[in-house]
């Protein structure tokens, strides 16, 4: 078997090796803590009492913890230099309804005590919607920009010990981007 040479590659022409653009990664923070008061009480129906921490706080360089964890089927990019998970939106590929691709965050999380907690997925994306699906059902949050941060919630009634599984995936024309998954025990 003899060697290719260099004239058996492709090569690109210098236009198109200059046409390449490098793109940065979007800057996605969390919610502020006067965000995430509201959207509890909004969920509790009441005033609500947000301790200045969460129990549980998962990123794409925090994805494990002793309280829970969150495993992300085919990302987009897991990106630790940003701390983001890229999500390639949810695409019908096939007649069948289980023919689908996408990214798929699946989280659990064990709850420390009895009580209310407040389940928030912090996110960006250029017209993205974030399903965020549990016990709850689902709950939705639409993001126009990816100059945008936004967030999912929930709420969930745990008991000590009790295990709350949960899903995160993103419909849109295109890619959004995970910061992080926080838990927060209500009081």
Avoid at 44 to 60: D, E, H, I, Q
Avoid at 71 to 91: A, E, Q
Avoid at 123 to 135: E, R, V
Wanted: charged content about 15%; overall charge neutral.
């Amino acid at each position: 078997m003899t060697r290719p040479t260099i004239d058996e590659f492709e090569v690109f022409p210098a236009e198109a090796l200059q046409k390449r653009q490098s793109a940065k990664s979007p800057l996605v923070k969390a919610a502020d803590r006067a965000v995430l008061i509201a959207a509890a009480g909004r969920l509790l129906g009441k005033p609500a009492n947000l301790p200045g921490t969460p129990v549980l706080s998962l990123t794409a360089r925090h994805p494990h913890d002793p309280a829970g964890l969150m495993d992300v089927y085919h990302p987009g990019r897991w990106d630790c230099s940003s701390n983001l998970v890229f999500m390639d939106t949810i695409k019908q590929v096939g007649p069948s309804v289980g023919e689908w691709d996408g990214t798929v965050v699946y989280a659990s999380f064990t709850a420390p005590s009895n009580g209310s907690y407040l389940v928030v997925a912090n996110f960006s994306g250029y017209q993205i919607t974030l399903n965020l699906n549990g016990p709850w059902g689902k709950s939705t949050a639409y993001c126009a920009t990816t100059s945008d941060h936004v967030q999912a919630t929930a709420l969930w009634a745990g008991t000590s010990g009790g295990k709350l599984s949960f899903t995160i995936n993103m419909n849109g024309p295109y890619l959004g981007y995970l910061e992080s998954i926080q838990i927060y025990l209500l009081s």
